[in-house]
T-cell receptor, first 114, second 114 residues
């Protein structure tokens, strides 16, 4: 069965500094990986995805993610954090069993401070 | 607004009562998913439809839960004889059928069972 792990419950970063939110995955076959962001009392918003090709994927709001097959990781990054980036971030992997359903990690709370 | 719409946003009910939630997907999306999210956890898959056909149900979906998508457009999720453990955010998402298509989520229905 496929799974993702987000080892950090919370990440704190100062505004203007680079941020990284970590994700590792376990899947048989080629992984389809996704990042979503969730603001309080809202649904999840799609940020970016990795399907194939370039290991550096660019997404919405200046976010990017680096796919590393040897380390089975898909870390989310942003060169310069904003206070408005503070939210809950989820990594997800597409199930191999059919449909497009996703298996999500437990989430990482990002807090960007002035 | 052409996003995924869920109704109601909040529902408070007493234990033992039945509740029904509605989801209207993005119009051109033929896949529709239901997820459940509890505090501090990532969304957990419940079930999904392709058009009107329910193609998969999670073991999380007990006999008290039923979902329908009668005309391949909107969907309903009903919980019978609610229990306090049913308290959660119920998220609906939709997608195109292509395997790399991301899921687009609604803002969810927060259920509180007292």
């Amino acid at each position: 069965a496929q799974s993702v792990a987000q080892p950090e419950d919370q990440v704190n970063v100062a505004e203007g500094n680079p941020l990284t939110v970590k994700c590792t995955y376990s899947v048989s076959g080629n992984p389809y990986l996704f990042w979503y962001v969730q603001y309080p009392n809202r649904g999840l918003q799609f940020l970016l995805k990795y399907i194939t090709g370039d290991n550096l994927v660019k997404g919405s709001y200046g976010f990017e993610a680096e796919f590393n097959k040897s380390q089975t990781s898909f870390h989310l990054k942003k060169p310069s954090a904003l206070v408005s980036d503070s939210a809950l971030y989820f990594c997800a992997v597409r199930d191999t069993g059919g449909g497009n359903k996703l298996t999500f990690g437990t989430g990482t709370q990002l807090k960007v401070e002035l | 607004d052409t996003g995924v719409s869920q109704d109601p946003r909040h529902k408070i009910t007493k234990r033992g009562q039945n509740v029904t939630f509605r989801c209207d997907p993005i119009s051109e999306h033929n896949r529709l998913y239901w997820y459940r999210q509890t505090l501090g956890q990532g969304p957990e898959f419940l079930t999904y439809f392709q058009n009107e056909a329910q193609l998969e149900k999670s073991r999380l979906l007990s006999d008290r839960f039923s979902a329908e998508r009668p005309k391949g457009s909107f969907s309903t999720l009903e919980i019978q004889r609610t229990e306090q453990g049913d308290s959660a955010m119920y998220l609906c998402a939709s997608s195109l059928p292509a395997s790399q298509s991301p899921l687009h989520f609604g803002n969810g229905t927060r259920l509180t069972v007292t």
